[in-house]
């Protein structure tokens, strides 16, 4: 049993009190590594603190002592290593980066981090990789070693209590494999939450942060940590980090990594402040004695100390003037947050345009999988408000007016000028389409897709119909003329997916009450199916859903039962009297949960991202239907164009014409035959 395996299965055991030492520091590494006298004496003086402060709960004592006693545990075993593994560090780190998201927290971060890890050619650190038994190194191909790290980490949740307590974490902060690289300098002693431990009330932010980012060696450690990873497995690009404290030390950061590409992210701050002082209170209330008020308020002034500084820090970062900012100022990218909402794969694609990086169909294709599989609010959600934490919009404004004006100009200025150039495209085509009807004849047999060099995609019907597969230079066109570059029109038939719905498929036939009857001689014999017909109001029957595309139907097995779907989405309040009907937000859900998935599964062998379509109904119209597309689908044929017809994809609807010849004079008396014969003759 590694020192690692035994102090994670001793953490069942409440702790009053831990001995740190430096016994299994080699002194080799004490001599080569001489600020680990630094690194001991923070860790014991964050120590005292937990052992002074008398409303940390017993739970919080446990987990703070615990916590402090890996995390120097890990420092000495990786300074060790360092020592009998010294080549690694001469290795070189990729010429690329490091890409680092250092904006502010609470400022979507999270998902930016997640979404550009999908990136194939890069690598982001794993949890696994920083906190649990951390040398030797391994690569992410490593199944077995990465599974036996796992079973470590899953014993430390055999505390119901800790459990619980990274449950509720994660409604703040999702649980991901990847994770932040403050876990890499925790284990030097930066560690933020300790200063919400320190039982001094006069301590303050602005000093814990000019003391902790005097120490130069704390990313010495985050170099050589790195280098020890990459040593194992370096990424073909570049490497990925993350951390809102990189923030208050951007210049020591760019000391170790010269060739770093920045992204800083912004959000409106009224809506920062709330979600900050949410994450931080949530484990608080583990952590601490919840029967007084003074921990809470304390940790509240303290979020607002350190949340203050990070804005100036970043600012006066922005503002320096030295060589290596200089340098560095050209490559950072300012992300808004609103922005990374609305269109997250966008934001995404203008950072690889901007610093050049290589931006895949494969990693289009892992992002959207990715967020398909990781909604907003899947591992829980807080609520909060200003007013939970006696804040207000004007007082925040007032406060941060330098700031906020500053991050305007640099959003404005950072505006990358092709998106410019593709809304000037877009009016283009649109003015082209009302004014030359004449040529949307020619959009009944073709549709084109607009590539630009600059990596900008847009929808146009073409005005030729004779060329399918051979690229046309668009110099031919007037549309050519608001690029630097050609226009290249491409066709891509084996991308496009049509979607429809399939009208009623009918059960057996009705009888309304209303204008029916049973009529018979008297004392003659009433037949039995007579006796017992049915007298609905409404013809019963079923709607599907299903698509078609190059690769295929979709689903390839059977079409999905709208109607047995719409009957799950009924609350305990409804009344199952009336009839469910699809409007635009069970739609947008349908979309989500069934349509997306479904039609995904068969371009995830080929590589290739679909191209959307579906037909001209108002719901398909909508502004929340019309967003969820866009959520799921790169590119989509929109609903103006929806009358175009595929010459080399066989429309959905004429399937479902096909089926319902069919089935013809069939009578079904439920549901599941109705199911069972549309799907038989699906598969033929």
């Given at each position: 049993m590694t020192s690692?395996?035994?102090?994670?299965?001793?953490?069942?055991?409440?702790?009053?009190?831990?001995?740190?030492?430096?016994?299994?520091?080699?002194e080799q590494a004490k001599k080569h590594f001489p600020y680990h006298s630094n690194i001991f004496r923070t860790f014991e003086s964050y120590r005292q603190s937990i052992l002074r402060n008398e409303y940390i709960a017993p739970f919080g004592r446990n987990f703070f002592l615990s916590e402090l006693q890996n995390l120097h545990i890990n420092c000495k075993r990786v300074l060790n290593y360092a020592i009998e593994h010294n080549k690694f560090v001469d290795q070189n780190l990729p010429t690329i980066g490091?890409?680092?998201?250092?904006?502010?927290?609470?400022?979507?971060?999270?998902?930016?981090?997640?979404?550009?890890?999908?990136?194939?050619?890069?690598?982001?650190?794993?949890?696994?990789?920083?906190?649990?038994?951390?040398?030797?190194?391994?690569?992410?191909?490593?199944?077995?070693?990465?599974?036996?790290?796992?079973?470590?980490?899953?014993?430390?949740?055999?505390?119901?209590?800790?459990?619980?307590?990274?449950?509720?974490?994660?409604?703040?902060?999702?649980?991901?494999?990847?994770?932040?690289?403050?876990?890499?300098?925790?284990?030097?002693?930066?560690?933020?939450?300790?200063?919400?431990?320190?039982?001094?009330?006069?301590?303050?932010?602005?000093?814990?942060?000019?003391?902790?980012?005097?120490?130069?060696?704390?990313?010495?450690?985050?170099?050589?940590?790195?280098?020890?990873?990459?040593?194992?497995?370096?990424?073909?690009?570049?490497?990925?980090?993350?951390?809102?404290?990189?923030?208050?030390?951007?210049?020591?950061?760019?000391?170790?990594?010269?060739?770093?590409?920045?992204?800083?992210?912004?959000?409106?701050?009224?809506?920062v402040f709330p979600s900050l002082y949410r994450l931080c209170?949530?484990?608080?209330?583990?952590?601490?004695?919840?029967?007084?008020?003074?921990?809470?308020?304390?940790?509240?002034?303290?979020?607002?100390?350190?949340?203050?500084?990070?804005?100036?820090?970043?600012?006066?970062?922005?503002?320096?003037?030295?060589?290596?900012?200089?340098?560095?100022?050209?490559?950072?990218?300012?992300?808004?947050?609103?922005?990374?909402?609305?269109?997250?794969?966008?934001?995404?694609?203008?950072?690889?345009?901007?610093?050049?990086?290589?931006?895949?169909?494969?990693?289009?294709?892992a992002m959207r999988n990715w967020l398909l599989e990781n909604p907003q609010g899947k591992q829980g959600r807080h609520k909060y408000s200003l007013s939970d934490f006696g804040l207000n919009r004007e007082d925040i404004e007032t406060r941060y007016a330098d700031y906020n004006k500053n991050r305007?100009?640099?959003?404005?200025?950072?505006?990358?000028?092709?998106?410019?150039?593709?809304?000037?495209?877009?009016?283009?085509?649109?003015?082209?389409?009302?004014?030359?009807?004449?040529?949307?004849?020619?959009?009944?047999?073709?549709?084109?897709?607009?590539?630009?060099?600059?990596?900008?995609?847009?929808?146009?019907?073409?005005?030729?119909?004779?060329?399918?597969?051979?690229?046309?230079?668009?110099?031919?066109?007037?549309?050519?003329?608001?690029?630097?570059?050609?226009?290249?029109?491409q066709w891509k038939w084996n991308r496009v997916v049509n979607c429809d719905f399939s009208g009623l498929f009918t059960l057996q036939s009705f009888y309304n009450k209303k204008n029916d009857g049973v009529w018979a001689v008297e004392g003659e014999e009433i037949e039995p199916d007579l006796i017992h017909a049915k007298t609905d109001k409404f013809q019963k029957g079923i709607i599907f859903w299903s698509a078609i595309s190059a690769q295929g139907l979709i689903p390839s097995q059977a079409p999905i039962n709208v109607t047995k779907w719409l009957e799950q989405q009924r609350t305990l309040c409804n009344d199952k009297r009336k009839r469910k009907y699809l409007t635009n937000k069970l739609y947008a859900k349908f979309l989500q949960e069934k349509a997306a998935p479904a039609i995904k599964a068969p371009f995830r062998k080929t590589k290739l991202d679909p191209i959307f379509q579906d037909d001209q109904d108002r719901k398909q119209r909508t502004a929340l239907v019309r967003k969820t597309v866009d959520q799921f689908f790169s590119e989509r044929i929109k609903p103006v164009d929806g009358d175009t017809k595929f010459a080399d994809v066989w429309r959905i609807d004429n399937v479902w014409g096909a089926l319902k010849e069919k089935i013809r004079g069939k009578v079904f008396a439920t549901s599941i035959e109705t199911e069972k014969e549309i799907e038989k003759e699906w598969k033929k």
């Open positions: 690692s395996d035994k102090t994670n299965n001793d953490r069942s055991t409440i702790l009053n009190d831990i001995i740190l030492h430096e016994d299994d520091l080699t490091p890409l680092l998201i250092c904006g502010l927290t609470r400022t979507g971060t999270t998902l930016l981090y997640n979404l550009l890890a999908c990136d194939p050619q890069c690598r982001a650190p794993l949890y696994t990789d920083m906190c649990i038994d951390v040398v030797p190194p391994i690569a992410r191909s490593d199944s077995i070693g990465q599974n036996r790290r796992m079973d470590i980490f899953n014993s430390q949740m055999i505390s119901e209590q800790l459990s619980d307590f990274f449950i509720s974490f994660a409604a703040s902060h999702p649980n991901f494999s990847i994770e932040e690289d403050c876990f890499i300098t925790r284990q030097a002693g930066y560690f933020p939450l300790y200063f919400d431990l320190s039982d001094n009330e006069d301590d303050d932010a602005e000093n814990w942060i000019r003391n902790e980012i005097s120490k130069d060696y704390l990313y010495d450690y985050h170099e050589i940590f790195l280098r020890m990873l990459n040593s194992v497995d370096t990424p073909k690009s570049h490497w990925l980090l993350k951390s809102p404290f990189n923030v208050y030390c951007l210049d020591k950061f760019l000391q170790h990594y010269p060739n770093a590409l920045l992204i800083m992210t912004h959000r409106n701050l009224d809506e209170l949530t484990p608080a209330s583990y952590h601490f004695d919840n029967t007084n008020s003074i921990s809470r308020d304390r940790i509240i002034k303290r979020c607002y100390q350190f949340f203050d500084k990070g804005i100036e820090y970043m600012m006066k970062f922005r503002n320096l003037q030295n060589d290596t900012v200089k340098k560095t100022q050209k490559n950072i990218f300012d992300v808004s947050y609103d922005n990374l909402m609305e269109d997250p794969i966008g934001v995404v694609q203008q950072i690889y345009d901007h610093f050049n990086l290589h931006f895949s169909d494969e990693m289009k294709m305007s100009s640099k959003l404005q200025k950072d505006l990358d000028p092709l998106q410019k150039r593709k809304t000037q495209l877009e009016f283009e085509v649109v003015k082209k389409n009302t004014l030359d009807n004449s040529s949307r004849k020619f959009t009944t047999n073709l549709l084109g897709d607009v590539s630009v060099s600059s990596g900008i995609i847009g929808y146009l019907s073409p005005f030729i119909g004779s060329l399918h597969d051979e690229p046309i230079h668009g110099e031919k066109y007037s549309l050519a003329e608001t690029f630097d570059k050609p226009i290249q029109i």
